[in-house]
């Protein structure tokens, strides 16, 4: 009994560190135009790695909340309703089903490079599509235009994060369970070929 309250209070505080350096990164961005460049996808993909997809999801819920109730930790230190039902809003909506489709394929491929890399790019294509119509929508323009404005411009740059996280996350996961801080369900083989 005392085990398993100790993994999830260990659970707990794992999913805290991710939102908290979601939280600390995500807001610095490049702004480009309608959509700004930001981070938050490099940090849930690594989350994904680190947690697994239902507690890299969890953490990812959690920033979201707390960028809706005002702490300013969205792109360009915003926050609120106004920024999550805005013209971008869509995007970080459409990181949710990002996070499910991407962290299934890291975590049931044992976190090997091309299953994750084709789990990240199908959930970066829904992703994009969420927030592609929701831009289209708030911003009056067709879906092609929104596409040009939203999606054309980061596609280089999300594939470098997904290289990035695809070489970088798993060596991280496995340290985490060689220092044991990771343990239980996620001690999983780890392949990174």
Not at 58 to 72: E, F, K, M, Q, R
Not at 107 to 123: D, W
């Amino acid at each position: 009994m005392t085990e398993t309250k100790t993994l999830s209070i260990k659970n707990i505080a794992l999913i805290g560190v991710i939102t908290a350096v979601t939280c600390i990164l995500a807001p610095m961005s490049v702004p480009i135009g309608l959509v700004p460049i930001s981070l938050t996808n490099l940090v849930i993909y690594f989350g994904l790695y680190i947690l697994g997809t239902s507690k890299g999801t969890i953490s990812y819920l959690v920033y979201l909340l707390l960028g809706l109730v005002g702490l300013p930790i969205f792109s360009g230190f915003s926050a609120g309703p106004q920024k999550l039902f805005g013209p971008t809003g869509g995007y970080l909506i459409g990181f949710i089903p990002m996070a499910i489709i991407a962290g299934i394929f890291i975590e049931k491929s044992g976190r090997k490079i091309v299953l994750s890399m084709v789990g990240m790019i199908l959930g970066t294509a829904v992703c994009y599509a969420f927030g592609s119509a929701w831009l289209a929508y708030q911003a009056h323009m067709t879906f092609w235009e929104a596409i040009a404005a939203g999606v054309s411009p980061f596609i280089i740059g999300d594939l470098i994060k997904m290289v990035l996280a695809a070489l970088v996350a798993p060596q991280i996961y496995k340290a985490l369970v060689r220092a044991n801080v990771l343990s239980g369900e996620q001690n999983q083989k780890v392949s990174i070929s």
